[in-house]
């Protein structure tokens, strides 16, 4: 069983940035792939960025590539989502989820474990 914690979430003007992180209890975290999905008002939840479980390979939605920045620290336990440049349409919940075994990323299906989120609001 895994236990996910997100924070770092807040409001922050356009063009601004933040880091947001998910900590992770319980074992093996190391072979979890992790990934970060948003949720934006009144639309379904989307896929923005993964990592495996070396930490090496990473994944991002088109629209955060250059600006979104995942990695992760298994001694920590912890998976981190730096975001800069932040634009209003990055405004949602954003949750961290683990996943084991080999997936396709994008898919909020293939995730086990999945935390209770936190509010990104970007102003204009």
């Known amino acids: 069983q895994v236990q996910l914690v997100e924070s770092g979430g807040r409001l922050v003007q356009a063009g601004g940035s933040l880091r947001l992180s998910c900590a992770a209890s319980?074992?093996?975290?190391?072979?979890?792939?992790m990934g970060w999905f948003r949720q934006p008002p009144g639309k379904e939840r989307e896929f923005v960025a993964a990592?495996?479980?070396?930490?090496?390979?990473?994944y991002y939605t088109d629209s955060v590539k250059g600006r979104f920045t995942i990695s992760k620290d298994n001694a920590k336990n912890t998976v981190y989502l730096e975001m800069n440049n932040l634009k209003p349409e990055d405004t949602a919940v954003y949750y961290c989820?683990?996943?084991?075994?080999?997936?396709?990323?994008?898919?909020?299906?293939?995730?086990?474990?999945w935390g209770q989120g936190t509010q990104v609001t970007v102003s204009s």
């Open positions: 989820a683990a996943a084991t075994g080999w997936i396709t990323v994008t898919l909020p299906g293939e995730y086990n474990y």
């Open positions: 319980g074992r093996s975290f190391s072979t979890y792939f």
């Open positions: 990592i495996g479980w070396r930490g090496r390979d990473t």
